[in-house]
């Protein structure tokens, strides 16, 4: 148990299909993230909130948006998404930090994502 | 671009063989590095972690990494597996002065230890 629990653990949406992903942390931590886990690639970092402001888009599809209604929680709403979407999806949290300070990222346990 | 390579993606081991894994990063400034394991269906957890001081680090379940500045290098080491070590194995860097927590991942390595 990491402290940042994620739901649900298994998604299987079609491609019209309108659906979120849940994170929540109790770690009291003020960053949060959402990575792509695809197979045979690294680890890609998707969006970054700092006291629920976005700080980075990663390049990622208006049809990834995500939403951090306060520090503890952060979804990402997926509508009309495509096979190639298929992947974990993992969010992380850490402390709010300067660009400096030395700090490590909590992972969740992920989303496996299926689009059929 | 920032980028961190790990050289072996699937190795194969038997219980007490030694292990060492690679990882290089192409960022030239300050770093802090990281290894995180992913033991399956589970989470990803941190297994060591380098900010700064001693460039040898001792982490979690016996591992350990050490920091070669001049190499770029951040191999993680284990003196003796256990079937218990079959997992998947992330190498991270985080640049200081970067982007708040963001981490480069490398691609991972799948560790199989046969008993």
């Known amino acids: 148990e990491t402290g940042v629990t994620q739901t649900p653990r298994h998604l299987v949406m079609g491609m019209t299909n309108k659906k979120s992903l849940k994170c929540e942390q109790h770690l009291g931590h003020n960053a949060m993230y959402w990575y792509k886990q695809s197979a045979k690639k690294p680890l890609e970092l998707m969006f970054v909130?700092?006291?629920?402001?976005?700080?980075e888009n990663n390049s990622v599809p208006s049809r990834f948006s995500p939403e951090c209604p306060n520090s503890s929680h952060l979804f990402l709403h997926l509508h009309t998404l495509q096979p190639e979407d298929s992947a974990l999806y993992l969010c992380a949290s850490s402390q709010a930090l300067l660009r400096d300070a030395n700090t490590e990222a909590f992972f969740g346990q992920g989303t496996r994502l299926t689009v059929v | 671009a920032q980028s961190v390579s790990q050289h072996n993606h699937h190795v194969i081991l038997s219980e007490a063989a030694s292990l060492e894994l690679g990882c290089n990063y192409s960022?030239?400034?300050?770093?802090?590095l990281f290894w995180y394991v992913q033991y399956p269906g589970q989470h990803l957890q941190l297994l060591l972690k380098?900010?700064?001081?001693?460039?040898l680090v001792k982490g979690i379940k016996g591992f350990e990494a050490e920091f070669i500045k001049s190499k770029f290098s951040f191999n993680l080491r284990k003196p003796s597996v256990q079937w218990s070590d079959t997992a998947e194995y992330f190498c991270?860097?985080?640049?200081?002065?970067?982007?708040?927590?963001?981490?480069?991942f490398g691609r991972g390595t799948q560790l199989t230890v046969w008993p």
């Open positions: 380098y900010f700064s001081g001693d460039p």
């Open positions: 909130y700092n006291f629920k402001e976005q700080t």
């Open positions: 991270a860097v985080k640049r200081r002065g970067s982007t708040l927590g963001r981490l480069y």
């Open positions: 960022y030239g400034g300050t770093v802090n």
